[in-house]
């Protein structure tokens, strides 16, 4: 069939008939090849009613020059290159295997100066069309926003979690300037943390497309990296509307914001006596709701710095130039937390951070200014250099509370039997988990599922696997079958497209996988296995990573004590009481008394605290090492125990 006989046939067929007889003629390999015949088909083209020919138009990728010049949009055709060229490049091998971005990068300043060339009639009746075809969605929904034309609809897909809508919102042309990046970046923050309604999958993209708000954010505000934007719209929320020691004054009282150490929280005072409750008077007035919401702003930017800036940088021990540190010691609560933590400078030159004199404090108190970049120190830099020991027992010592896992950090070292192995580590295998509690965990941690039975997490070029079978995505990660662990190993994500499908089966061998890599991803896999962990298994799994850290706590915090009485090997504790000799596990907490009698202590016989209790990090995750520390503190004065019930227990075995 030709051209002419489709134009004839027009009056007896609507718009989605005429669609697939375009179709037919591609099949048919009618198109023009000479541009005597484009321009002939274009003028016969011409003849349809336009309304034919947009439907035609997102549904014939082979014709779309062909029907744009037939409907007039001449203008429009390098916008139509840039939309298709973005997709087939996100759509390209390299890009598949990039997990940085969801939707392609797209350059802002090349889409304005497209848009300025093209009428905007044609180039939003364009982009209309795709959308509503569901062709090149993704990159005409992006281009909309970058020329301001779908602000509504960005809004709506927002309040639908639409993940292309809140990548988006860093798109949109800003109207009122500085105070509106800083609106955008709060509101991105707040949709980034409703991640945790979501199941294991969506819940990592959903923190992906927020991500990638903020950086379309950070090129629309002009900043050379999103890192840079967030310090400083981090800054701005402590300086402008929740800076230290700000006051507020309701009648005769004062309330002030107070910051100390990472607690955050108000004092209230009364001609100068600081009061232990709120009066009725303060909490029912409007002052003291902006104070209180004042105080949740730093505690949102505590979490956040945590949790996205501290646990990547101990992590990672990503490089922080004298620039970027002077930078994070601007915003005052960055500062106080990282006073915290160990830094390491140069060749091993370790030392806790001191933000006022701007240098490092090694263990000798001697000062070392910061003159080039430095890393926050991981525990494996620390145990290589062999002051891991050291610097615990000096964290102790200062009573300094680490805002994330450092020195105490679980460490995971390649085992002989690993190295033998090659690829596979079986460290985890056999371990049967709950599904839906392993996929909780695995997506706060950014892991995501790749194939049916394997879950992935990319730490730059590597990518770190491990196998979780016997179980759909459904049954597992939804409903909560059990799930049985395998095989752990590790691959690069740089590959070539002739060679995808023989690299994608290579796997990087353990000896060569980068140590901070590996004990991450090892951490990872070992709190899934002992949080989701079947829990009728005869015995309660703890690896020998996690044993030996708290070993190491608790003789740094028996030392710090100067407490005799308690002996640490293998798995246990014994405790000398006054009264008794007591064995106490090192993960259940389970008690004894010596040899083998059973003693119940449950928290509300005792408290979930003890006056000397001290644990130098602020991770609330690990709440059993602080009961743990607790019974092995309140069973050194076994003689001072009131409880009747506990004491019963103790005189009937002695």
Partial sequence: MSISELQAAHHQIDAINATIIWEQLSRDDLEPTNPIQYERSVQELSQFPGETLKVLFPLTPHAHRLIADALGWHEAQPLLNYIESHTNCLQSVGQMLDESSMFGVVDIEEVRALLARVPKESARMMLSLFVEAGIHKEICYQVSAIAGWNRERVAKGIKHHSQVAIA???LLPLERGDEEVLERYLRLREIEGMAHKFGPQRRVTHKQAAYEGMRNLARLADYADTTLMEWEMEARVARDRSPEGRRWQVSAYSITLRLDGIDISLDIERDGRLLKSVPKEVRASAVYQEAKEAVQLLRDQLKRLRTNLLE?????????????????????????????????????????????????????????????????AHSYSLFQAGVLTAWQREIICRKIVQPVKQVFRELYILTPAEREAVAFSRRFAGHWV??????????????????????????????????????????????????????????????????????????????EVPPLVFSEAMRNIDLVVSVAQIEDQQMLFCSSEVYER???????LLDDLSLAGVTLDGHFAYVQGKLARYRVHLNSGAIHIEPGHYLCIVPQNWGGSHPQLFLPFADKEDTRLSEIVSKILLLLEDDRIKDESILRQIRSHI
């Fill in 312 to 376: 990547m940088l101990v992590a990672s021990e990503k490089i922080l130039t004298v620039g970027e540190l002077q930078n994070l010691v601007r915003l005052p609560l960055a500062r106080k937390l990282l006073e915290r933590l160990v830094m390491v400078s140069g060749e091993n030159m370790f030392g806790l951070f001191d933000g006022e004199r701007f240098v490092l404090q090694d263990l000798d108190g001697s000062l070392h200014p910061i003159t080039q970049p430095v890393r926050v």
């Fill in 168 to 170: 988006c919102l860093g």
């Fill in 434 to 511: 709950r599904g839906n509690i392993a996929g909780s965990l695995l997506g706060s941690r950014q892991w995501r599922l790749q194939e049916y039975d394997v879950c992935f997490k990319t730490f730059g070029t590597i990518q770190a696997c491990v196998e979780l079978s016997q179980a759909s995505y459904y049954e597992g990660f939804i409903v909560g079958q059990p799930m049985l662990v395998g095989n752990i190993y590790f691959r690069s994500t740089v590959r070539s497209y002739e060679r995808m499908w023989e690299e994608s089966k290579k796997y990087i061998p353990l000896g």
């Fill in 550 to 556: 708290r070993r190491e706590l608790l003789q740094a």
